[in-house]
């Protein structure tokens, strides 16, 4: 491929290239020429955020995200290329991040490392390695990872949820260290949720096969089956979904879902989702669990939803919303 055009990387970001045009925009990023492409468009969709009105972006929120697409890349010479990708997200209204070293493996393992962090109240942000291994880290959570992949592994950090997409390579596992665990895959799609703090660390397999370590235990997954993990007590439990594990991850496709979730859990993600604090006025409301599925509405909407179905209420408070039931 000669050069990447805007239509080429709208594709490729929405998984509608075809294998063959997939493999050809890879190895075009994936070269000194496919980067120098990148950085000129980039450039161009640059003037475009600062100088035209794009689509489903009023001003206030293009002029918000396009200092927070700024103020990404003065903290690390390396963005530029992920600042062509994220201006591109601006337009798919969904942030991307690429990959920014020319070849994706060296010998060893590098010991430079670059961090995405996807603050509270922030969408997800999708990350596309140049190994092909796509990547979405959910509000809430930090994904780390070397500059380059050492040749005999792919090694990453993460801490919170994130769905991962991972290209085949039996010569070079993908290995997710979440902290108390970590995941070992050669190529597979999963979800793994684990934030620090938490008592449970909880992986759902899609597609493939994968393993999970945690201390002197191992846990094997088949597809649509579920680990969950107690960090502090050091048991686990793998169990068939009854559906596809695919459930799990809705939140990748902006839909927030709970199955028999306790409250505290509830709280806890639309805490992540929203950047809300809760001032829990009655212990009662954590002896409630709750299933529904529910678009990604505004905050007021969402709340008045889970009222409607319990006897949970709630109630502004400047900054914090008091939790209380009314029983």
């Given at each position: ?87 591109l997200a601006v337009m798919f209204a969904v942030g991307w991040v690429c990959t920014s070293d020319f070849s ?74 979440l902290g108390h665990s970590e995941i070992k895959v050669t190529g597979t799609a999963f979800n793994a949720r ?93 002896s409630h669990s709750f299933t529904f599925t529910s678009a990604l509405v505004p905050l007021d909407s969402l ?25």
């Open positions: 491929m000669a050069d990447i055009s805007d239509n080429d990387l709208q594709k490729l970001l929405t998984g509608s290239l075809d294998d063959k045009d997939y493999e050809a925009v890879i190895s075009a990023l994936d070269s000194e020429k496919g980067s120098r492409a990148i950085s000129r468009q980039m450039d161009i969709v640059f003037n475009r955020l600062e100088t035209e009105d794009i689509d489903g972006l009023n001003s206030i929120s293009r002029d918000r995200v396009l200092r927070r697409i700024k103020a990404r890349i003065r903290r690390a010479a390396w963005l530029r290329r992920f600042a062509y990708a994220a201006s994706p493996f060296r010998l060893h393992l590098s010991d430079e490392y670059n961090e995405i962090v996807v603050h509270k109240g922030e969408r997800p942000v999708h990350v596309l390695f140049q190994d092909g291994t796509h990547v979405i880290v959910n509000s809430g959570s930090t994904l780390r990872y070397p500059l380059c992949f050492a040749n005999n592994q792919r090694r990453v950090d993460l801490n919170g949820e994130a769905y991962f997409n991972v290209k085949p390579n039996t010569s070079a596992p993908f290995i997710v260290n684990s934030f620090d703090g938490d008592s449970l660390t909880v992986v759902t397999l899609d597609d493939g096969s994968l393993s999970l370590c945690c201390r002197d235990k191992e846990f094997h997954l088949k597809p649509s089956q579920k680990v969950v993990y107690n960090n502090f007590t050091n048991e686990g439990d793998v169990s068939a979904t009854g559906i596809s594990a695919s459930r799990s991850s809705l939140w990748k496709d902006n839909i927030i879902a709970f199955d028999r979730t306790p409250m505290r859990e509830v709280l806890s993600t639309i805490n992540r989702i929203y950047d809300v604090e809760f001032d829990i006025r009655d212990n009662d409301v954590f709340l008045d939803d889970i009222s409607a179905i319990s006897f949970v209420r709630f109630i502004h408070n400047g900054e914090s919303i008091e939790v209380y039931t009314s029983r």
